[in-house]
């Protein structure tokens, strides 16, 4: 199989893709392009963006039949079978492609079509130079082997099958380039869009977490180079991983800049993307479902696993921060407060479980509307929890003697690295194991029931205090409440935006104040008690109010000016805040050294 592609006409986005077949089907080959990308569970028609296409064979015209929404039968022929299509690609993620005048990004599964009954023949693929002036300095960054390209250069690239073809995202432009070298594998920095990186630390940071991950499994998995395409933009985050790279999309003042001090925020959260996406080098790229080998891309594929592949590598990314000595074990307790704190103040927890949000991803987490909140669990964030609980659990059961980090040791050991999928079930049954009795009761109750973790019970365990309390502001993420003053905040029970005309309404928490006052979703509180109200003023506002009030709120629904009567309620105690317990016992302190893997400072 050969392929070829160029960024064609880069202002119109669309890349040129030729694909030639050598003795196509006698029935007539059918070719389609992926409906989904691994990684990110949604349909989405990716065949929608080829915009034309034609097919010959030794210089005859062959006529291509469409028989589905993305699929192709050609016509019987002798000798090689020659596919040229045009794909059109202007989606600002990392999920699909992207190109314009300044770079050129794609995924396999948005550009290469399948030939059916050939997916398991080798590929050569040669990446081609746009004919603009504009592009005569652009290289090429890609994970994908070399078959005579030179390394960040146009031309012939190769992978042994369909699936691994469409495992290498494509970057080409003018990008920055830092590289460090992690388990004698040279690992590369591709940062592209306008920033002001300091490289050196980013690539200090990097280093450190990847050899704590590969210490945690042993060994990194046998690869000539591992490859972080960054993307940066201004307001902007997510990734999703490969089997020797993944794609990021980051906040530009989410990078370290020359002469910054402390970690910020958003570098934290920059650094735990990365340590989550290299986790899945080991960890959904290898330890797999049975059901993803191999991916059926035409249509959803299920599995209730999620919580395992999403959860266990969320519990483990920023963990891995505070093994690797990137952040403070306090500072990780904050990031593990505010993921609680998610956790805490989503409603759905109690109507959905995490494996039914992992089985339905497809058409509920990855299409969440504004009743979200109150309908959907994240097999993320309450998946990480259900991590860290079973962690907790099996060091208990186990008098210290094994862990989570056991478990995903078997894990790689047992399945990744034989390339067996783990079947449905089989995690919670290596998790007994590890831990020596039954966990029926565990997984019936947090992870196929909605039951809320034992985190208070759980983290005393290693010496941590868990507490709920009222929040301070609606934009409360969680954590050591530090503004005492602003203790009087009444919730309504909402998310609001700003808009121009007040404070938009974005979600309606069920049972709340605002439900019951009858606002929903989309409403635009114009007054509250017959004053005009901005999002900047509104938390202000709701603290001058106690339980028990009633408030007077204007408002547009639709085009209709309407009133609502609601009545103030005590805050619902929903964010977490975590602490080290400061007169723990030696044998708890011993058991949380382990844990974080740090001595307490
Ligand atoms: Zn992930």
């Known amino acids: 199989m050969h392929y070829s592609i160029t960024p064609y006409k880069l202002a119109a986005h669309l890349f040129k893709v030729t694909?030639?077949?050598?003795?196509?089907?006698?029935?007539?080959?059918?070719?389609?392009?992926?409906?989904?990308?691994?990684?990110?569970?949604?349909?989405?028609?990716?065949?929608?963006?080829?915009?034309?296409?034609?097919?010959?064979?030794?210089?005859?015209?062959?006529?291509?039949?469409?028989?589905?929404?993305?699929?192709?039968?050609?016509?019987?022929?002798?000798?090689?079978?020659?596919?040229?299509?045009?794909?059109?690609?202007?989606?600002?993620?990392?999920?699909?492609?992207?190109?314009?005048?300044?770079?050129?990004?794609?995924?396999?599964?948005?550009?290469f079509l399948k030939a059916h009954g050939k997916d398991e023949l080798p590929v050569t693929v040669d990446i081609l130079a746009p004919s603009e002036g504009t592009a005569k300095?652009?290289?090429?960054?890609?994970?994908?082997?070399?078959?005579?390209?030179?390394?960040?250069?146009?031309?012939?690239?190769?992978?042994?099958?369909?699936?691994?073809?469409?495992?290498?995202?494509?970057?080409?432009?003018?990008?920055?380039?830092?590289?460090?070298?992690?388990?004698?594998?040279?690992?590369?920095?591709?940062?592209s869009g306008k920033h002001n990186t300091d490289t050196v630390r980013l690539c200090k940071d990097l280093k450190e977490i990847c050899e704590a991950e590969i210490a945690f499994f042993g060994e990194l998995p046998s690869m000539d180079r591992y490859v972080f395409l960054v993307w940066v933009v201004g307001d902007?985050?997510?990734g999703l991983e490969h089997r020797e790279s993944c794609s990021l999309i980051c906040s530009r003042g989410d990078l370290p800049w020359p002469g910054m001090g402390e970690l910020t925020d958003g570098y934290k959260s920059f650094l735990g993307l990365c340590s989550h996406e290299y986790f899945h080098t080991w960890n959904v790229k290898r330890i797999k479902p049975a059901g993803f080998i191999p991916y059926e891309l035409s249509s959803e594929s299920y599995t209730r696993q999620l919580w395992a592949f999403e959860g266990i590598t969320s519990y483990y990314d920023d963990l891995i921060l505070a093994r690797?000595?990137?952040?403070?074990?306090?500072?990780?307790?904050?990031?593990?407060?505010?993921?609680?704190?998610?956790?805490?103040?989503?409603?759905?927890?109690?109507?959905?479980?995490?494996?039914?949000?992992?089985?339905?991803?497809?058409?509920?987490?990855?299409?969440?509307?504004e009743n979200a909140p109150n309908a959907i669990v994240s097999y993320y964030t309450k998946g990480s929890l259900i991590a860290l609980a079973l962690d907790i659990t099996i060091r208990q059961l186990s008098c210290d003697t094994q862990s989570l980090d056991t478990l995903m040791c078997r894990l790689w050991?047992?399945?990744?690295?034989?390339?067996?999928?783990?079947?449905?079930?089989?995690?919670?049954?290596?998790?007994?194991?590890?831990?020596?009795?039954?966990l029926d009761v565990f997984f019936d109750s947090y992870l196929y029931g909605t039951d809320d973790l034992p985190l208070e019970e759980l983290l005393a365990y290693v010496g941590v205090a868990f507490s709920l309390r009222a929040p301070l502001s609606e934009g409360d993420k969680g954590g050591s409440a530090t503004d005492a003053a602003s203790s009087a905040y009444c919730d309504l029970g909402m998310r609001t935006v700003s808009d121009s005309m007040g404070v938009k309404v974005a979600n309606i928490f069920s049972g709340g104040a605002a439900e019951k006052g009858g606002l929903s979703s989309g409403d635009i509180i114009i007054a509250v008690d017959a004053l005009k109200v901005t999002k900047s003023g509104f938390d202000d506002l709701l603290r001058q109010y106690s339980p028990g009030d009633q408030m007077t709120i204007h408002g547009f629904r639709r085009d209709e000016l309407i009133e609502f009567s609601v009545c103030l309620e005590e805050s619902e105690r929903n964010r977490v805040e975590l602490t080290f317990i400061s007169d723990a016992d030696e044998q708890t302190i011993a058991r949380r050294e382990d844990w974080l893997k740090s001595e307490m400072v």
């Open 19 to 111: 694909c030639s077949i050598p003795n196509p089907d006698i029935e007539g080959q059918v070719v389609s392009l992926p409906a989904w990308i691994p990684g990110s569970y949604m349909i989405r028609e990716f065949a929608k963006n080829i915009v034309t296409i034609s097919a010959s064979c030794e210089g005859q015209a062959v006529p291509l039949t469409k028989t589905d929404k993305s699929t192709w039968r050609a016509d019987r022929c002798e000798g090689t079978l020659d596919i040229e299509y045009q794909v059109y690609a202007w989606d600002l993620s990392v999920r699909s492609a992207h190109m314009d005048t300044r770079h050129a990004y794609f995924n396999g599964t948005s550009v």
């Open 324 to 369: 690797s000595g990137r952040i403070s074990s306090k500072e990780y307790l904050t990031l593990l407060a505010r993921t609680s704190t998610r956790v805490w103040m989503g409603k759905g927890r109690a109507s959905q479980s995490v494996a039914d949000s992992s089985f339905d991803a497809w058409t509920k987490f990855y299409k969440q509307d």
């Open 137 to 191: 300095e652009w290289r090429v960054a890609t994970s994908m082997t070399m078959a005579g390209a030179t390394q960040w250069e146009f031309g012939r690239y190769s992978a042994n099958s369909y699936d691994e073809l469409i495992d290498h995202p494509v970057e080409i432009g003018e990008f920055e380039l830092a590289s460090f070298e992690v388990s004698g594998t040279p690992h590369h920095v591709v940062i």
């Open 236 to 238: 902007g985050y997510g």
């Open 413 to 438: 050991l047992e399945y990744g690295k034989q390339g067996i999928g783990v079947p449905e079930g089989e995690i919670e049954r290596i998790a007994a194991d590890v831990a020596g009795q039954s």
